[in-house]
């Protein structure tokens, strides 16, 4: 006979346990419901992604055919048992006179037989398409999502053993037909499940592997790597994934347990946010029939006490679109100490990381841009789990919620209209976004580009007026600007045409919903007061739905503002201490180098084969032409590099093998150009000893001899010292960076050409100075003027990597080698100097001024 009732005895879905067992009119309903969920939402954006992103895998690279095909097989007796569970229960119920097809059965079977087929071109595409990005073997995450939902579903009958709705009694025809049913089913999904575990249909490794390792010279196949698909846009989501991975940590915090009471407070808000949000449009129904006279001439009732609790429950709601009530308060103020937490620990492990790369990522870097990266990095993060947690996810669960009050209060039809009415919401938002994800990446490179300028014109700020370029700065900037402006018209346009997309679809369902719950009220099926509870909950419904899109979006564009971050974070250390590296022991401070080979590139070697030891107290000086490999010794005593072959020992250990913080603790470098923090002096000088007193600062800028001159600023001490310390003269830079080295009291010291960039009377009158940091301490100096090195311990000539000569500044000159040629040129040079001051002064009639 024919069926008109949804659930038996026309009931609703609720409640769910029912004579000792689960209600099977509501677990299929809402099993079936999310599942196809799944499957068309999730699972309809990774058929798109595959579609528009995804590469075909060459058939040479297709493995084991035949899990592949039971696979799909599997799908397909799903798909036909479902089918068959229609025919027979409708055959069965005819012949027993009784109704045993219900509603709910054709719709669950409707919707199942809709997953398999989806779930079967989802395989296909694993199988057959390919993202070439993709690093992990196996089926995708939707896919797996609903093998195990699915698995999970046919194991609750078990919970119903003793319900008498269930087929464990074997009392009639219905109930033998669906236990053998149910078997089909169970052995179904349990392989699917098993199988797809282990996904022995696929590849092991990734497409772009196997393609690399299959290709040779005789056959020309492109070689794949993670800039492949650079020639097309990379999707957003396509390293979603690894994000999440990198913030997750950072959103349990790990040890603080006030900050993780406060998140579970946050989920119970949400938790009685999604309550509150079912029962204000209900009790606005509920009012409304009880304010509308049942028939002419009928008593209207006074419902105090509804309104009383709809006010109430609207006031934790909140009013307008955004729902900022009470509830949504409490958790935002709640909150604010996670959100903090979560931007502290980042952008201090950022920090941390910059600065643990090498010396040779650091001189490649621009500022500007490293810095405008950090701030949208660590901003996105915030703002990802914002969505995610507060938008997305109660969105989501309001929409589900909202289907099932509706299938269940009303008919399937209203659930019908608010599930397509979603999906193709969900989808337009997806694959137009998808489409203006390039145009928000254009624009933060133009972002990048356009800060990157600013700040290093601005740092430059005394080369551009030297030069006097201020108007080429400034139209370099303003076509930085325009590139930019130009990207974000488009990334701007493009938002205008998704939301009116949005709008038409919004638009659409309700008028359909509403149109249809009309229709029920003028033929007495609803009332007045169902009519306003449709239209009250639809608009509530569609209010963050409409903004569903905002939120993904700003999800997307958080992931794309990421990226960047993220590649910060990736940068490898070229120079990384071994695991458990002890700290260096340093007794008498010998260095030795043994047999050391290094190059920056290896087509052109730096320093072939050195072999130097300088003892404890001894002075050893570095001279050669430019590029002989002098400052690159230096930095690699420091280890700002390791070395590619032979051993550096600082008193018999080798300095790879001990931790860089005490590597670098015991050496004392001053650098040829010294550049200091934008402080005062007190500043600058301590930071060679942080947390050293006044008096240690004073004593070091005494034996730096420039207390003196620090005393006649007005400020003194005080004395700001500017962007990269401009304000101090060449003479006055560098002695701070000595008084900074003598406070440091490091038992080796490295002296990089400290004095070449200064002229010669302030030079001399720095050596003094200079003295005070080497005395009794291990020195390697590398010198351009050969006068300030005549009493190093020993010289080592250095030409193209290799120490041509070595000795003490008299044998040197005796070999009439390199040496002393350097020597002759540079007396000469300032014979001629002394000369040309000497007629200068003679024609001025003043005498020599004093410096400093």
Known sequence: MPNTQYCPGNTSLVPVWVDHGLSRCFLDTVVSSVLLFILLVPGGIQILLFLRRAVLVEQRFLVRPLWFRLQVALSVVMVLQYGTRLAVL????????????YGYMELSACFCMACYLISVVILSMERSRTMLRRRQSGHGFVLLLFWALAFVNENLAFVSWVSPHWWWGFDSDVKRAELGLWV????????????????????????????????????????????????????????AWTKTKMVFPYVWPKGHYLLQLRIIVCILILVAARI????????????????????????????????????????????????????SNARTFIWIKVSQYTTKSIMVRLFGHLHSLSLKWHLNRKTGEVLRMMDRGTTSINSLLSYIIFQIFPTIVDIIVAIVYFVTSFNAWFGLIVLVAMVLYIIATVVITEWRTKFRREMNLGDNKMKQKAVDSLLNFETVKYYGNE??????????????????????????LLNSGQNVIISLGLVV??????YYVSVSKLTVGDYV???????????????????????????????????????????????????????RGMVEFDNVSFYYNEEKPILKGVSFSVQSGQTVALVGPSGAGKSTIIRLLFRFYDIHDGQIRIDGQDIKTVSQHSLRKVVGVVPQDTVLFNNDIRYNIRYGKVGSSEEEVTAAAEAADIHARILSFPSQYKTVVGERGLKLSGGEKQRVAIARTILKAPEVVLLDEATSALDTKTERNIQSSLANVCANRTTIVVAHR?????????????????????GRHEDLLQQNGVYADMWLQQQQAEEDENKSDNEEDSSTGSGPEKLD
């Open 90 to 101: 409708g055959i069965l119920g005819n012949e027993d006179h009784r109704v045993d097809l």
């Open 184 to 239: 089909v089913r169970y052995v179904c999904i349990l392989l699917l499940f098993a199988i797809g575990l282990r996904a022995p249909g696929l590849p092991r490794k990734s497409y772009a592997l196997l393609i690399n390792e299959d290709r040779d010279e005789e056959q020309e196949v492109p070689l794949l790597n993670a800039e492949a698909s650079s020639a097309g846009q990379k999707s957003t989501w396509a390293d």
């Open 276 to 327: 509150v949000n079912v029962y204000v449009p209900v009790l606005n129904g509920e009012i409304v029939n009880a304010l509308t006279p049942q028939n002419k001439g009928g008593k209207v009732q006074f419902p105090w006490q509804l309104i009383s609790i709809y006010v109430s429950l609207k006031f934790l709601q909140g009013s307008g679109s955004a729902g900022i009530g009470l509830l």
């Open 471 to 496: 108007d080429f700065e400034v139209g370099v900037y303003d076509e930085a600007i325009t590139s930019y402006q130009r990207s974000e018209w488009k990334s701007i346009s493009s938002l205008v």
């Open 513 to 518: 919903g509403s149109l249809l719950c009309a």
């Open 533 to 587: 509870l449709f239209a009250s909950y639809i608009i509530q419904l569609y209010g963050p739905l409409n903004y569903f899109g905002t939120y993904y979006r700003m999800i997307q564009q958080a992931f794309i503002d990421m990226e960047n971050m993220i590649d910060l974070m990736k940068e490898k250390q070229d120079v990384a201490d071994i695991p458990n590296a002890k700290d260096l022991e340093v007794k």
């Open 786 to 806: 050969l006068s300030t090195i005549i009493g190093a311990d020993q010289i080592l000539v250095l030409q193209e990597g290799q120490i041509i000569e070595r």
